[in-house]
Structures are given as structure tokens and as C-alpha cells.
């Protein structure tokens, strides 16, 4: 069983497929280029509708869609006190939806992860 998940993480498009309805997943947000979190709430034909963290709902093709692979240590860029400025960081502390940064200038924060994205 453990070869046949490690095989669906590993290839392109499959990763998409290996959602399931409930799973935490990276969206492609409006095909801009940058992955937020969220979850999945409904999968068919080829789409799947993602509920981000910050509220905002989406149905995106499966290509558009992959496995949440937040952890400490990992760079990110987050919507520092919701003020709309985009700043780099790396994840401190991760619980649930409660993200913690230290800014790459320095400053800390302790967010939600809808307010973060990767690219």
C-alpha cells in the first residue's frame, strides 16, 4: 500500500486524482501561480471545488489541485496583519488552520493559514 501512495504523489497529473472529498489540498487560486489552502468539497468530470482557508470557494480543473505539503521550515509568503502586503517567511509553528511565521525581516506572526500562500 505504501508504494501504490508514494507512486501517486510522485506523478503529475495523478496527484490531483489522489484527492478525496474532505482533503486538505493546495489550490492554484485563480490560475495565478500561487498555492493556497483549502479544502476539498466536491470532485467530478475532471473538477474539483476547493473551499480555501480564507473562505473562498473555487472549481478548478484537477490539474489546478494538489496535496497539502505545509511543514515548519518551509517558505511561504503571508498577508502580514491582513493589511494586504505579501511578505516572505518561513512556518514556525503549524496547527490546523493556526500558522505561526518568522518574516524573512525579522518580524513574527501567528496567523491562519488563509492568509499565506506558496508558489
Given at each position: 500500500?505504501?508504494?501504490?501512495?508514494?507512486?501517486?504523489?510522485?506523478?503529475?497529473?495523478?496527484?490531483?486524482?489522489?484527492?478525496?472529498?474532505?482533503?486538505?489540498?493546495?489550490?492554484?487560486?485563480?490560475?495565478?501561480?500561487?498555492?493556497?489552502?483549502?479544502?476539498?468539497?466536491?470532485?467530478?468530470?475532471?473538477?474539483?471545488?476547493?473551499?480555501?482557508?480564507?473562505?473562498?470557494?473555487?472549481?478548478?480543473?484537477?490539474?489546478?489541485?494538489r496535496p497539502y505539503d505545509w511543514m515548519i521550515g518551509m517558505k511561504v509568503?503571508?498577508?502580514?496583519?491582513?493589511?494586504?502586503?505579501?511578505?516572505?517567511?518561513?512556518?514556525?509553528?503549524?496547527?490546523?488552520?493556526?500558522?505561526?511565521?518568522?518574516?524573512?525581516?525579522?518580524?513574527?506572526?501567528?496567523?491562519?493559514?488563509?492568509?499565506?500562500?506558496?508558489?
Open positions: 500500500m505504501f508504494v501504490l501512495a508514494a507512486g501517486l504523489f510522485s506523478c503529475g497529473s495523478a496527484i490531483a486524482h489522489a484527492q478525496t472529498k474532505g482533503d486538505w489540498v493546495l489550490g492554484n487560486y485563480k490560475g495565478a501561480g500561487y498555492w493556497f489552502p483549502g479544502v476539498v468539497e466536491k470532485i467530478g468530470g475532471g473538477q474539483i471545488t476547493i473551499r480555501y482557508d480564507d473562505g473562498d470557494r473555487e472549481t478548478v480543473s484537477v490539474n489546478d489541485v509568503e503571508c498577508n502580514y496583519k491582513g493589511q494586504g502586503e505579501w511578505y516572505g517567511g518561513t512556518i514556525a509553528s503549524l496547527a490546523g488552520e493556526k500558522i505561526g511565521i518568522a518574516y524573512d525581516d525579522g518580524d513574527k506572526e501567528t496567523t491562519k493559514t488563509g492568509r499565506c500562500r506558496t508558489q
